[in-house]
Every structure is written in structure tokens, then in C-alpha cells.
């Protein structure tokens, strides 16, 4: 199994107080694996515009790995959005991991005058769009005719000089079907991966990358999750808190589900003090509990 990785939400709000910059730094400082995040462009609120963003964090940054949690293909034209993260790739020293999603914000779609289509034809762009990537990535002229998009003796220069991890957020049978077939990761939400059902998806992820001839154990999974450390515990629903023995206790849980990796999302009035508490008290246990094999199986 992949190693167990933690990761820290970076929120792309631009209200005042948000350092994004010194949250980043931060959390490099005190150990966490990767920093995500999301990708919205219409003003559901003042928000940054994620490739920025987080183009802004690489610069000011040396070793932590920067996550698109995940670009919502119908915003870019795939084999562009190949280019850039190539570009993202060879300046921040290979960390990015490039998260691709087939879009659910239909109303972004149509505000931004994109197009819409049944979320069927969304999951074929997402297929399109992976493909297009990796064709380009692997040099010379690529042609892709495309259920949605397409390429024509398509060609970028120079290509990445390593495999740049592609995962994806998906939760319909056939989006899981595409990640155990063709992704690097799987990074789905609490709300949507609810953890009654996701070791049931993780099955058909695992089934999928078998019969595609793939090792399951090198995929990573990756659960997002808002989280309080010191919160009122399950008094909260969709969230993952209480003390730090009790929030620990519940990532243990969710590894002996399946998932080797974890995107926090911090959600009190303190999320500096919640970064500490996580580093300092959570992780640490989590890491620990495992390495015993005192994780309850």
C-alpha cells in the first residue's frame, strides 16, 4: 500500500485575515504531504482562481506537493490545461498532482456561457481529457477524436520529465470505473463518499484496476474531509470531530475502509490552532496506531 499521506485545504477565499501564502508555508513546516485546492470561477463568493493560486503558493514553497481538488474539465480545454501543468510541473519541481473532475457546477457552466451537457457526456470529456494529457505528456504529435474533445497532431515541448499524477473526484459507477482503469488517485468528499458507502466504491475502483491489468495498492485514495479538533464530536454531522483521540480514532477508521491519504479541511473559528493541533496531536497518532498495527482489524 502507498504510503499514508496527509493534506492541508488551502481556502481560496480573498476576504481579509486569509493569508494563503503563510497558511502554506506553514503547513510545509510542519510536515503535511500536499496542499489542495478547489476550483470554482463564478462568484459564489470572493475567491481566487486555483491554477494562480496555488502557481503563486510553488513559488514561495520548496518540498509540500500542490493539488487541483479538482479542476472541473468543462472550464479548460484539456489539452491546455496539459500545457500548464506540464509548465506547473517543471517550475515547482514536480509537485503538482493535476485532480480532474467531470464538473457538477452546471450553474457556473452556464453563467460563464460553457458548455453544459448531461453529466454522461461530462464523464466521456473526463475520459477525453485524461487521455489528451497523457498523450501529450508522452512527447511527439498526439491526435485524439474524442467522444467530446479532440487533438490534431497535437504536440508540447518539452514534455514532463516524470509521470505527473492524475487523480480524480468521482462517484458514479462509471467515473469509479475510469479511476480504477486510468487514474493515479481517487479523491472524493465526505458529503458525496459518505463512509457507509465508500469502502463499497473502493471495491469497484480495486475490481476496475484488476481487470485493466493495474495494481490497486498504488493508487491513492484520498479522503476529503472538513475537521475541528476539540469540536462537540458527533454532535456534528459531516464533519470529523471531537477531542484529538477521538478524531484520530475516526481516521483509523476510515484507513481500515481503504483510504491511504487524507485532505483536511479545518472548519473552526481557529483554523491556525486547528493546522497545530493536527500536525502536533492527530497525525502523530494516526501515524502511530498504524505503524503498531493497533488499528482495530
Known sequence: MKTLQFGLNIPTTTAPGNDPIGWARRAEALGFDFLSANDHLHATGPRHEVWTLLSWIAA???????????????????????KAAETFDRLSGGRLVLGLGAGSAENEFRALGLETGSLGRRIEGLEDAIAIARGLWAGGPFSHDGRVYRTEAAEIQPPPDHPIPIWLGTVGPRGLAMTGRLADGWIPSIDLTPPDRAAGMIE?????????????????????LEIWVGGPGSAEPGIVSGTPAE????????????FNAFNLNPVSSDPDDQVERLAGEVIPAVRARIETGADGN
Open 204 to 224: 469497484q475502483i480495486v475490481g476496475a484496476a484488476r481487470a485493466a491489468g493495474r495494481d490497486p495498492d498504488q493508487i491513492t485514495r484520498a479522503y476529503n
Open 247 to 258: 478524531v484520530a480514532d475516526r481516521l483509523v477508521g476510515f484507513i481500515a475502509l481503504g
Open 60 to 82: 514561495s514553497t520548496t518540498r509540500i506537493r500542490l493539488a487541483t481538488r479538482v479542476l472541473g474539465v468543462p472550464y479548460r480545454n484539456p489539452a491546455v490545461v496539459a
